[in-house]
Structures are given as structure tokens and as C-alpha cells.
């Protein structure tokens, strides 16, 4: 990795990256702010409380299952700098509405009448303008990178994510939300100037006419997928990983604030924990696996990952039994308590194996295919994976309707495990035989 930030000081890389690197910190800023802002001074309630957290992310996910078709088509057949650039100008005008959503919330004006909607409108826009992004800060790498050069920079472009992630996280959690209101308009121009020293990325190869009707769309680019099963079965074991994230992340802040009585900084810190744990499965796999793209570890990683959910059950029950606090817990309060650090080391463990799972698994989508339909393969399975988040979402808020405590939720997704370790092994399974072909 240290021999190729060359990179970052290179025209060709470096506008991408740190245009990148505000995208992702931008999108965790306001989400997290938001969320957090409305579980803890909007809202009294438990049921309401995760019902906002899922309508939220359902929100931000749905247009990836409406618009990635198009999005994947547009990268391959259109100049990829060019999309970029429109994309980031539009986000300037989504964070001006997000920003006065959260401004009206903080002054206490039409809260729920007004400011809520345009806070979940900003967030749903901004899941259409990350439905765009995504595909082509894969696809561009190998316009604008050497053959030797490209591994170093997907490495770099996931390296500069996950930092932006809990950057965003974190200050999300431990400034006021008028601050954060302000901030992501200027973090949206920043990112608009360095998009627009990318260079030109044009079409390879045939330009084919782009389907604009994104059901017939979804559907054929999905099924351009299918007669490849290596990454057939990555798509799926990937989209039901993430039906188990969505519900993870749902129950988060719910869960911190209701179960293990804590502050939204600690809802805050426990979302940073997750990103380092994950960034830590992607390097510990990569260095069991030597480079080489396989599913061979995904099966085990997985039912790792859920014996760590259900460890997390448990502890969530001791600590509920354990604390009879009347106040929310701040970090020192929480981190002083004896069986904090079983709460954030089952946690970490948790993202560390679903990290180990999930990584080799995208490897397959760009490694598998030819370089001209990289985008739609990618965008095939943005599709999936945000059904099967919305499925996610919704399952989430179904068994709170029902009046499923938060806890015992977490059995569920440890149960799903076995599903996506089902799914992992017959992906390895035809790993092999496409290796013996």
C-alpha cells in the first residue's frame, strides 16, 4: 500500500480519490447527524425510534434497486468524469435541502410537519446521486491507471472510504447538528471543484443504446449475470450478507440508546468500530488469501460472524440486567463500566469476520467479467444487494411493529448466517469447477 501513494499525486488518480473521499464522508455525515439527531431529541420511543432508522435507510437504499441499471449503462457508454461532475453539482442542491431540514429540526419549526420530510427527501436524493457514483469509481480505475496499477488504486480508492466513513461518523456523533447542517453544503462544493479535475474517461468498446425504463433495465442487466455462476452465486451471498447489515445497522442506535442506556456519541462510536472492524477483515483476508480471488474462507468467516451476533446478544441481555441507570451513558460513563469492552470487542469481531466474508466476494464481480462490462456487472449487483436491503429494512420494522425487543432481534440475524454460509459455500463449490475448466 505505501508504494503506491505515488498515486494520490498523480492527475490521473488524485481528483478521483479525494472526490471520492468527500463523497463517502458527506454521506455519513448528514445520515448519521440526521438519524442520530431524531432517536435522540425528536423522538421518545423505542418502536418509533427504529421505525424512523429504517424508513431512513429504505429510503436511501431504494434507488439502487430503481436506478442502478441506468447508472451501470451510463458509465460504460457515457464519459465517466463527465457524470461525475453532474452528479456533484446536483449533490450541492441535496445537502442546501438536507441542511434546512436539519436546521428547521434543531429550532424546533414545523419538526415533523416539514423539517423531517425535507431531511428524508435530501436522503433519498442522495441515495439516487451515490446510485451514480458507485459504478464508475470501479470502472474508471483502468482508463486512467497502468494494468500493474490498478489493484494499488482500488486499494487506495477502499482505503480513503472507509476513512471517510468514520471521519463522518464520528463528527456526526460529537457535533451539533447546526453545525453539521452547515458543513455538508461545504464539504458538497469541495467535492464539486476536486470532481472536476478528473480526467476524461469516454466509452470502451461498443456503445450500445441505453434502456431507460428501469424495470426492464434491472431485469436484463441481472440476467446478463446469471449464466456466469461464479458470479451469480458472489451476487447473492453478497445481497443476503447485506439483508443481515441492514438489520445490524437498523437496530444500532435503537439499541444503544434503549438497551445499554447510551449517548448518541456511543451510537456514534459503535458505528465506528463497525467500519475499523471491517477494514481489518479486508486486510487479514487478503493476507490469508495471498492475492488470490477466492470464497474459500467465506463459509467459516460467516458462521464467525454469527456466533459474534449472538455473543453480542447475550452481552446486550447482561447489560440491560446490570444497569439501572435514569441517564444516557457518555463515552467515559459507558467505557467505565465492566463489560464495555465485551460489548465493542464482540462488535468489532462481528465487522472483522463479516469483513472477511464479504470482500473476496466483490473481487469476483470485476474479475470474472471483460473490462467493457464491469459497470453493469457492478451495477447488477447493486441491484440485488438493495432488495434485499429494503427486505432488510422492512424485516426490521416488521418485528418491531410486533413488538420484538431490540435484543432479541439480534438472534435473527445470527440465525441468517448459516443462510450466507450456505450461500458462500456454493460459490466456492463453483469456484472449483470453473478452476478445473
Known sequence: MLTSTYLLRQHRFGPL??????????DNLYKNAMVLFVVYSVYNSAAAETVFSGVASGLFILPFFLLS?????????????KIIRIVKAAEIAIMSVGATGLTLAWLGVMTEVLALPLMLLALFAMGIHSTFIGPIKYSILPQHLQPQEVLAGTGLVEAGTYLAIMAGTILAGFIEVEIAAGLVIVIAVLGFF???KIPSAPAIGKVEPIDYNPFTASVRIVARTMHNREVFFAILAISFFWTIGAVLFIQFPPLAKNVLMASKEVA????????????????????????????????????????????FYFVCRAW?????????????????????WLVLGSLLMIAVFGGMFVVPLYAFLTTRVETSEASRTVAANNIVNAGAMVVGSILALGLSY????????????????????????????????????
Not at 293 to 302: I, L, M, Y
Open 17 to 26: 480519490f479525494v472526490t471520492q473521499l468527500f463523497n463517502a464522508f458527506n
Open 69 to 81: 441499471a441506468l447508472a451501470g449503462q451510463l458509465a460504460d457508454m457515457r464519459d465517466k468524469a
Open 194 to 196: 476536486s470532481s472536476r
Open 268 to 311: 456514534s462510536l459503535f458505528l465506528v468500530v463497525f467500519s475499523i472492524g471491517i477494514a481489518i477483515g479486508s486486510v487479514a483476508i487478503n493476507a490469508l488469501l495471498k492475492g488470490d480471488v477466492s470464497a474459500r474462507f467465506s463459509p467459516a468467516s460467516v458462521i464467525a460472524m454469527g456466533v459474534m451476533v449472538a455473543l
Open 320 to 340: 440491560n440486567a446490570s444497569i439501572a441507570s435514569t441517564r444516557l451513558l457518555d463515552i467515559a460513563e459507558f467505557v467505565a463500566h465492566p463489560m464495555a
Open 402 to 437: 410486533f413488538g420484538v425487543p431490540l435484543a432479541e432481534q439480534l438472534l435473527l440475524s445470527a440465525g441468517m448466517c448459516v443462510i450466507s454460509a450456505w450461500l458462500g459455500w456454493r460459490l466456492w463449490q463453483a469456484e472449483k469447477v470453473a478452476r478445473r475448466s
